[in-house]
């Protein structure tokens, strides 16, 4: 079974292009090396409009079965990426919830991210709760 993947990179300064979108290369690595295509990848800024627009569209549009999203600020007033998750999905799957993740080189803010496992229609969303 083939499984299309869709990365949704969400990261301030690589969309303003002044960082390069390493944790998004290295997903769309992994993925192609298991024999996932990666069919879709996109990056945002840490705005909830733009992070749930793109996630609903994938989703709606059944672009990819599973879609991974990297990046965010950290668990702080600008991580916005699990509640813009949440705003998209038909379900929360529990069971399925990465669980937060420690940023180590997140730099001297640091910090803990929280993750979301979820469903949107048939096709899953994960959240990778950090930059690489």
């Known amino acids: ?49 733009l992070i749930a627009g793109r996630l609903a569209r994938w989703a709606d549009d059944a672009v990819a079965d599973l879609i991974l999203t990297t990046g ?21 799957a529990p069971g399925g919830r990465p669980e937060p993740a420690w940023n180590a080189g997140a730099g001297p803010r640091g910090g803990w991210s929280p993750g979301v496992g979820s469903e949107a229609g048939l096709f899953g969303i994960r959240v990778r709760p950090w930059e690489r």
């Open 1 to 49: 079974m083939t499984i299309r993947v869709a990365v949704l990179t969400i990261s301030d300064r690589a969309a303003a292009g002044t960082r390069r979108d390493t944790s998004g290369d290295a997903i769309a690595a992994w993925a192609e090396a298991l024999g996932y295509p990666v069919v879709a990848r996109d990056l945002v800024p840490d705005e909830s409009d």
């Open 72 to 92: 965010g600020t950290g668990l702080g007033p600008r991580d916005v990426t699990p509640e813009a998750t949440r705003a998209v999905l038909d379900r929360e």
